[in-house]
């Protein structure tokens, strides 16, 4: 029989409901419901909550009360709330809220570049290095995001050479972790291994992290050829909120409760409630007005109304 790859037996779930989901929805939710969100996040053991975004709110109205909602959370020791930003106003404001980690957010594709944060890659990373060292000077953990790794809604197609390129520039740019994003959900697993194993030669297994959308319903999928490479960092999305304001279609980031649901059966840890994420999506929908789109969420939640009849 051929060997099976073996997976890690611990992962790291990065939590970004409270920013990728929320700054995408329609509803501008209060500051009240957010900190509620985050903070039941927090009591179902996250580690790493992606909690803020400090970007110009002209465009992202969305993730306007972040000071807000950095001030009001109840932090639990130990576990690292993330805020992005773009630029050196959007860091200070970072360093303000007490975040604990800030995220440089760049792009693989030269045209979402232009659409998502006004300039080129190369203008970018330039900008970058202010915010970089910055965070360095300050003590605080330095995350790279890549988007359009895997496929751009504007470009199409994305060589593996510039994902490496830009894998490349954000480890100079001393980032602790990087992201590699499918931003419109496109890849599928053998694709996703390839984009990987590039981004693990330009950088290091440990420090990678695997940031799927769930647009055409492939991402445990990619998440499980991520596995079989080694990655052990996932970013996913209480109750599958999500999206990005600027790729137009794109659906949400693939639903924590899904996620946690295959690490439970494949027996890799966690460290985390599904319970509590579950109650977590259910309070989250009421403001929300619809259902969340986790499938084994909406299944836990079925299951327990059953038991209650
Ligand atoms: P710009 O217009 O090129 O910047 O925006 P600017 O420096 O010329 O400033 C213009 C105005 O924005 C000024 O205000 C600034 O003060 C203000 P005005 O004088 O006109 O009143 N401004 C800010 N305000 C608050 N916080 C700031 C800030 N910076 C400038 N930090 C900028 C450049 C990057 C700021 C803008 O394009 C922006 O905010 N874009 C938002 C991008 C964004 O948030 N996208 C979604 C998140 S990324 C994502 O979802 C992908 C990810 O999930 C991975 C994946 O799935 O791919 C991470
Ligand atoms: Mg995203």
Not at 31 to 41: G, M
Not at 69 to 94: H, K
Not at 145 to 158: D, M, N
């Amino acid at each position: 029989m051929k060997q099976q790859p073996s997976l890690p037996q611990q992962v790291k779930i990065v939590e970004v409901g409270p920013r990728d989901g929320l700054q995408n929805e329609k509803e501008a939710l209060s500051a009240a419901v957010k900190i509620e969100l985050v903070d039941r996040l927090t009591q179902a053991g996250f580690a790493n909550i992606e909690a803020a975004s400090f970007v110009s709110p002209k465009w992202v109205p969305q993730m306007a009360t972040s000071t807000e909602v950095m001030a009001g959370i109840a932090r639990r020791p130990g576990t690292i709330y993330s805020a992005l930003t773009p630029n050196m106003q959007g860091f200070e404001a970072a360093l303000l809220a007490k975040a604990d980690e800030v995220v440089i957010f760049g792009s693989a594709s030269e045209a979402f570049s232009q659409k998502n944060i006004n300039c080129s890659i190369a203008e970018s990373i330039a900008r970058f290095e202010g915010v970089a060292k910055a965070a360095k000077d300050d003590g605080l953990r330095l995350r790279g995001s890549i988007s359009c790794a895997f496929g751009c809604p504007y470009q199409g197609e994305v060589p593996l050479d510039a994902v490496a390129d830009v894998v490349g520039r954000m480890r100079d740019l001393g980032c602790d972790e990087i992201d590699i994003a499918d931003t419109i959900g496109v890849a599928t697993p053998r694709k996703t291994q390839a984009v990987m194993a590039r981004a693990i030669e330009a950088f290091h297994v440990g420090g990678l992290s695997g940031h799927f959308h769930d647009t055409y319903g492939q991402a445990l999928a990619n998440i499980y050829a991520s596995l079989e490479l080694g990655i052990a960092i996932y970013h996913s999305s209480v109750s599958g909120l999500g999206g990005c304001p600027y790729a137009k279609g794109a659906t949400g980031n693939v639903a924590t409760e899904d996620v946690l649901y295959m690490m439970n059966g494949l027996g890799i840890a966690t460290g985390i409630d599904l319970d509590l994420v579950v109650d977590a999506s259910q309070f989250i929908s009421q403001p929300l007005g619809r259902e969340g789109s986790s499938r084994a969420g909406n299944a836990l939640a079925a299951k327990r109304t059953a038991a209650c009849r």
